[in-house]
């Protein structure tokens, strides 16, 4: 794995949004992995930025979003909600391209991927817990996309996006440490002190299904990005 430390991250929004704007100039038919959450604001904000600057259409582009929450009633907690509103809304891309896990779809969703060509760059975040997409501690390093049970802890951070933790769903749809795996490229994106010790066990380099994120040792083009402060405090 590579590691990145950058001064913040505004900084690496804008290295990760250089990274998505360069392949689709040159591959107009990319097909993206996409992360919501905060981590991958700032990198939603630099390729909006980016795009209108430098005339780049996300026309033919494809994105697969990790995860989609199961059972929500109000839909604007919705992921799609979230993408539309942060990304897609803002670039020319068809709609009809993106692509999100669903209780319809979700046993057919890492062949949807792969009759696309499969991802050729994957965004990351990474849970408090070491959980990637929501793939959640004890997950198996071959799942395919299913529906996962979110824990406390997961549950927890993400009430900031509701009114109260028993708005928060109890259960998602997300992409399986497999399907993550098939990605040609990934970045996974660490920033912030809450983020401390999924950062040292990731970079302790031990491989266990307890930490979930620890499965991308196993993969060949990986990229760390972390924060200079955040960085600091686990050296
Ligand atoms: C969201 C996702 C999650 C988040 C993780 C970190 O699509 O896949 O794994 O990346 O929960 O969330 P933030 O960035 O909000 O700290």
Known sequence: MELRVLQNSQEIGTE?????????????????????????LPTYES?????????VSFKKVTCFNLDEYVGLN???????????????DHIDINKNNTFFPSTQNYLEYDE?????????????????????????PGCSFNSKTHIEELTKSTRDANTRFFNSLEEVPTHAITMGLSTIMQANE?????TGSAKKEALSMLLSGKITTDFPASVLNNHKNVCVFVDQELYNSVK
């Not at 390729?47 to 005339?55: D, G, H, R, V």
């Not at 109000?74 to 897609?88: H, I, P, Q, T």
């Not at 949807?112 to 959640?136: R, V, Y």
């Open 186 to 190: 990934i970045v996974i994106i660490i």
């Open 16 to 40: 990760i949004a250089k990274k998505v704007i360069n392949l689709v100039k040159v591959n107009q038919k990319a097909v993206l992995g996409l992360a919501t959450g905060s981590s991958p």
């Open 112 to 136: 949807l991927i792969a009759s696309k060509g499969g991802i050729d760059l994957q965004i990351l975040g990474i849970g408090n817990n070491g959980h990637i997409a929501f793939n959640e």
């Open 74 to 88: 109000d839909m604007s907690k919705s992921y799609r909600f979230f993408m539309n509103e942060n990304l897609f």
């Open 47 to 55: 390729i909006i930025k980016s795009a209108k600057q430098e005339y």
